[in-house]
């Protein structure tokens, strides 16, 4: 991926080699298997995530201690909204070995509330709502208007740029070098990317991660020096963690990029691929296109429902803090609770025909963003590019469908589930 004097990354190539360590067994039908499961086994003993092949959050740990996966929609929910029975610290010693210290995902109870609580108020509404006409603006001029004359595309080379940009402007990164961040978001996929379960790639997939978790958090850094030293203004979340306070006392520059690079990974990537997949369902789906066109207040619920559909994380796991019981199915404590979002999402008792994707299903929770005290931080800001992306591209693109000539994009994966293309055309 890259050569050992240099630091410098690939986007492109980056983001495919997370893709491939998380695609799992080429004819894996992800969402025949949890069907089956739910019906005959709604919880299972043992480690059935090792089926699909992918790597998961505990890293090396995984397959060491005793292991549960839930399959049903009630069950999943009571372990993602119970952070006290059910931590999160585990992830410390897997995925967060490489983010070499803060990372959000790995804490628990009053340690999570208290940074969760520095961190959010840059993600509410309130305060993206302030960024909307410059992210629609981005998104128009920057990347859609220039390519309207070429009459066709790959949606997925603007999915996979878009949120990164926008992401990391809302983040405080200065936004009049597109090169930087391309390079921050390539660091930071391979950051993920170090997670690698294969013997034989293993040892240079973390040789890479480690020279990337040092290089994103030395630009990192270099931004928050430079942001201080201007004043420590600003909406972004450079600016407020800057001012904050945390137990008791401001952060220091080291703390500051440490909070940052632990989001940067989930920055663009998830957006992508629900965009990939939201765009997918929408050309696919007979008679959606032309209602949405028509009808644009519809494109929330078909975010709500794509993120139901087709969830690009498609498990999360968990450790047992106590000995707890689940359909009289003893769990040790320190057992690892495999949820299986892509089947509760899925789940017969839980939604009507479920197999059948539909924008006009009564609103429920879904977990395509996570549920509970670890719900996904950034969701709101998602949703907003996400929501000006698709206006956008049916403004600007006449009569936008599927090119004829291409293959028709797939959704695929075990786990962070995606199309790799969407090939379009226009008048």
Request: with cysteine; aromatic share 8%; proline share 6%.
């Amino acid at each position: 991926m890259m050569g050992n004097d240099s630091a410098a990354l690939d986007l492109e190539t980056a983001y495919s080699a997370v893709s491939e360590t998380y695609r799992g067994a080429a004819d894996l039908d992800i969402h025949a298997m949890c069907r089956q499961m739910r019906h005959d086994s709604p919880i299972y003993e043992g480690d059935f995530v090792a089926r699909f092949g992918v790597p998961t959050n505990a890293g090396l740990q995984a397959g060491t201690r005793p292991t549960f996966a839930l399959f049903k929609y009630q069950d999943v929910l009571a372990v993602l909204r119970d952070g006290t029975r059910f931590t999160n610290g585990f992830i410390a010693e897997g995925l967060g070995a490489f983010f070499d210290g803060l990372i959000i995902l790995a804490m628990d109870g009053e340690q999570h509330r208290r940074v969760r609580a520095l961190l959010q108020p840059a993600f509410m509404p309130e305060t993206v709502n302030k960024w909307r006409d410059k992210i629609d603006e981005v998104i128009r001029k920057d990347f859609l208007e220039p390519m309207v004359v070429k009459k066709k595309a790959d949606l997925m080379e603007f999915g996979l740029e878009f949120p990164i940009r926008e992401m990391y402007a809302l983040m405080g990164f200065p936004s009049d070098d597109p090169s930087k961040y391309r390079q921050y978001a390539a660091w930071a996929l391979a950051m993920v990317g170090g997670n690698q379960i294969d013997p034989a790639k293993a040892p240079e997939a973390r040789r890479v991660a480690g020279v990337a978790v040092k290089s994103l958090y030395d630009a990192i850094k270099a931004v928050v020096v430079q942001r201080r030293a201007d004043g420590s203004t600003g909406d972004d979340l450079i600016g407020r963690l800057l001012r904050a306070e945390y137990e008791g006392k401001t952060l220091d520059d080291h703390e500051v990029a440490t909070f940052v690079r632990s989001l940067l990974p989930a920055a663009g990537e998830t957006t992508t691929r629900t965009f990939s997949s939201i765009m997918t369902l929408l050309f696919s789906t007979p008679g959606l296109l032309q209602r949405i066109k028509a009808d644009r207040s519809l494109i929330p619920k078909l975010i709500d429902e794509a993120v139901r559909y087709e969830p690009v994380a498609t498990f999360k796991v968990r450790e047992a803090s106590e000995d707890v019981e689940i359909r009289g199915v003893k769990i040790p404590k320190g057992a690892f609770v495999q949820c299986l979002v892509v089947s509760a999402n899925r789940d017969e008792d839980a939604f009507d025909n479920p197999d059948v994707f539909d924008i006009d299903r009564k609103t429920k929770p879904s977990f395509g963003f996570g549920f509970g005290p670890h719900m996904c931080i950034g969701q709101f800001v998602a949703k907003v590019e996400l929501n000006c992306a698709i206006n956008a591209i049916l403004d600007l693109f006449p009569n936008v469908r599927l090119d004829p000539d291409q293959p028709a994009p797939v959704i695929s994966g075990a786990q962070l589930r995606g199309a790799r293309s969407i090939p379009v055309i226009w008048d």
